[in-house]
Every structure is written in C-alpha cells, then in structure tokens.
C-alpha cells in the first residue's frame, strides 16, 4: 500500500505546469490554478508523520479540481478536457485494482495511468496558453 501511495504521490509532482494564470481570466484558469495548489499539497503531505488519510484527502481534493477543471474547459478545450476526464477514470480504476491485488501490473498500471493523465493536463494547459 505504501508503495502505491508513494508511486501516486512521487507522479504528481510533475502533473502540472508550474505556472499559473493571470488574473482576470476565465473560469477555467482559475480552476487550473486551483489544481496546481492542490497537487502541491498532495506533494507537500508527510504520510510519515500524517498518514494515509491526509494523503487521501489531497488526492480527493486534487481529484475534484481535476474534474472542474475538465468542467470548466468543457467549452473551448472540449477534446482536451475528454480526454483528461478519460484519463482520470483509467487512473481511479487502476487505483482501486492495486488496492484490491497489489502486484508489479497492477502498479506499473498506475504509473502509466498517471503520465498519461499528466500528458492530457499538459496539453490543456498548452491550449490554455494564451487565455491564461
């Protein structure tokens, strides 16, 4: 378990660009930015010193960003924010298979799942570029 979590949690350091969006900007790039702190937090979070529950709290949290964000682009960046909602549902499922048979595929299944997701953010926020 803790090999998944730190597997999850070593991917998100490079889910998201580090910039952010200016201000007076739509919706959608206060979302992104939004999703940027909470995967900061998620890279932020001790499991040493405060478990798995504060970990899966920021996952959750970073998880409801992710998915309005996908809301939020839904309207200019259509294809890009499918295929993140995509993405996101392969990651959870991939998730929940480690956590009921934990093996080498079920792990390595996640790794995948997170660069793909990772690639998809990166491409919306390329597309976003010149909105934000």
Known sequence: MRRI???IA???????????????TPAVCD???AVQNSAQHVRDTNVAENGLSQLRTNLNQLRAGVQQLVADAKGQWSDQANEISGNLDILKASVQAAQATPSDTNIGAIRSALT?????????ADAMQSTC
Do not use: E, K, W, Y
């Not at 991917?11 to 201000?23: D, F, I, T």
């Not at 793909?116 to 919306?124: E, H, I």
């Open 5 to 7: 979590t730190a597997i």
């Open 10 to 24: 070593a991917a998100v350091l490079g889910l998201l660009p580090v910039a952010g969006c200016s201000q007076d």
């Open 31 to 33: 979302s992104l930015t």
């Open 116 to 124: 793909t997701l990772q690639q998809s953010v990166r491409d919306l």
